[in-house]
Nanobody, 116 residues
Framework: QVQLVESGGGLVQAGGSLRLSCAASGNTVSINNIGWYRQAPGKQRELVAVITSRGSTNYADSVKGRFTISRDNTKNTMNLLMNSQKPEDTGIYYC??????????WGQGTQVTVSS
């Protein structure tokens, strides 16, 4: 089992920056991909960014060039630096991890609100 705890959400003005962190515990050596999803009010949860165990990254088109995902396997942490934020970035951000053997784990989420 893997436990994920997010931190770093909050309120920011448009154009500002926030950094989200996800701390993993439990069977962390089993984690392959780890990333962030977000869910805006009335919308489906969507992928924001993901990073593989080898450091390869993938971003949603809407955040490319603005967000940067990184992970520190020695500390079992993963961060999302969000720059040039827009009101449409508002939502609950969830940390997600996929392990080997295949299992999906979710954190409880952290709220990000970007005011215009």
């Amino acid at each position: 089992q893997v436990q994920l705890v997010e931190s770093g959400g909050g309120l920011v003005q448009a154009g500002g920056s926030l950094r989200l962190s996800c701390a993993a515990s439990g069977n962390t050596v089993s984690i392959n991909n780890i990333g962030w999803y977000r869910q805006a009010p009335g919308k489906q949860r969507e992928l924001v960014a993901v990073i593989t165990s080898r450091g390869s990254t993938n971003y949603a088109d809407s955040v490319k060039g603005r967000f940067t995902i990184s992970r520190d396997n020695t500390k079992n942490t993963m961060n999302l630096l969000m720059n040039s934020q827009k009101p449409e970035d508002t939502g609950i951000y969830y940390c997600n991890a996929i392990s080997e053997p295949f299992q999906i784990f979710w954190g409880q989420g952290t709220q990000v609100t970007v005011s215009s």
